[in-house]
């Protein structure tokens, strides 16, 4: 008998000592490739006094999007034309569709496939009652505390200005692009992106397919994502799509003395409880797992123990994940609730009960998938489940983070700001990226300027501004992407 005990003790300390020699040796080999440290930044030596004062300048024209027929939308291009003269001498230029220009700089080797590099100048309204919360006039374009003061500084006024500004400097210095390079700045991202939809039905009349292309859609985060110290660039390779469902009970009507035992606000609430109660199925796979592989392998060792061997945490990864609404909506089509209808007085039965569903698609998910997900769900036939086709955008193809696109502004990216975490990511919100994404093969979303916590809320609200630090850092990484074209 004790020998036996002796025995199952001896092959259970085999057991976790194997166990901890694997999970030990996945640790350790789960590290991220070696940036080095002491690689001089990129300097393009642009004149950044100039460029502060026109990122100033751009910001002082209202192209508010819901105000399209407003003048400043044309001064804003011949803006553009007075600043930036040997861009505009150089490269051909049309404007298409909601004032949306676009550029192209003739490469010298048609061999090579040409890219496009896009930013937008539309920008999103004041919110009613937060003028007197600026700490400068919105639209003043103040430059104050190393810092460009007003709205669309950081979307996206700023990142035009630094493409534009590195683009200008090369031309003068005599750079001639190997490939065509088109740059396009929409004029109403923020309300649908016409204009981009006008440009990459342009680009493929004339038969142009692009390699790749680059807009707005991330930011290098800095102490964004808990637990990371050092700063992520996340180089979004997909955007989710958008799809608001509306679900629609009818009843009886009549007064509220004699209720039959489901009404139709009970039964669009049963619905609304399943669909919150079951969410859609998602997981570490696809490019959420690009994502949190990636940038796992830069947390300290007690979390990246857990990263390192998911054949054995995966669940209680995704548990942690999924406990989040910011890391959940990286792994799954998120399900929100928005709107509900039903009676306009209290003591009257609705005829008629709705609720309206918004749903951020996740790249693995498409629009009938997410239907039939509801219908399952909520199973009740009673409820209708519609939607508008016309409104509802599936997510974007998956681009590769493999492909010379990627490397290229990975690159560009430690040029301009040193060593940092770079990892493949995932856009929530929608981009014009979506739409010139059908003219490449390969789309990327990030901005070249890094932002903390607390610039989060700036962005569509009070108290926009881009440090003129990231100014520079935007110029430098477009022009090191710019030189090895
Ligand atoms: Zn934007």
Redesign the pocket.
Known sequence: MLRLIKRVLAGLAVALLTLVTVIGFNTLRYTPEHVSEDAPVFELGADLEAATSNLSQAVKFKTISTEMTHPDFEDFLEFLQKTYPAVHTTMAREVLARKTPLYKWQGSDPSQAPILLAA?YDVVPIAPGSHDLWEYEPFSGVVADGFVWGRGTL??KGAAIALLTAAEHMIQQGFTPKRTIYFAFGGD??VGGLGAIAVTLHLKEQGVELDWMLD?GSFVLDKIIPGLEQPVASINLSEKGILTLELVAKAEGGHSSMPPRTTAVGRISQAVARLQDKPVPGGLNGISAEFFDSLGQHFPLGQRVVFANQWLFRPLLEKILSGAPSTDAMLRTTTAPTMLTGSSKENVLAAEASAKINFRIHPRDSIKDIVEHVRRTIDDPKVEILYDSERATPASPVSSSEAEGYAQIKSSILDAFGPLATVPGLTIAA?DARHYGKAAKNAYRINPFKITGSDLPRIHGTNERLSIENLERGINFYGALLQKQ
Do not use: A, F, L, V
Request: hydrophobic fraction near 0%; proline fraction near 0%; glycine fraction near 0%.
């Open positions: 937008h979307d996206d991202e923020e707005e981009t």
